[in-house]
């Protein structure tokens, strides 16, 4: 008699056979319940990452800068001044404020420069 004859091959041929096909389906399971491959998850989640990563990065900035701008107010007599000057606009009285606008150049400026005389005082 031969291996492909006995019964008792055949029966674990067919209980390897059905332990294959259930583990197909478990490892299939994920995929149709969460409606998409995990990989697109996986990106998604990195992308979220850096993203939250990048906030942090600026929120630590930002309590870096505030945390100097506390101790300037503390530690230095000009800081409560240079902040109303610079965020309030306040000035000393009789202080003259004057504010430069952006705007064209003056005539003079823009005329081309005379040509340079040539070497040697030749004309």
Do not use: C, H
Not at 9 to 20: F, S
Not at 94 to 117: K, Q
């Amino acid at each position: 008699m031969s291996v492909l004859g006995d019964p008792t091959w055949r029966r674990w041929a067919v209980r390897l056979g059905v332990a294959g096909l259930l583990a197909l389906a478990a490892a299939a399971w994920p995929y149709r319940l969460f409606g998409g491959p995990a990989s697109a998850q996986v990106e998604r989640l990195g992308e979220d990452l850096v993203r939250t990563r990048g906030a942090a990065r600026d929120r630590r900035a930002q309590i870096i800068e505030l945390r100097r701008e506390i101790d300037a107010l503390k530690n230095q007599p000009g800081a409560i001044e240079d902040i109303a000057r610079r965020e309030l606009g306040m000035v000393m009285p009789g202080e003259l404020v004057i504010r430069f606008e952006p705007g064209e150049p003056p005539p003079e400026a823009t005329a081309p420069a005379a040509p340079a005389a040539a070497p040697g005082g030749a004309p």
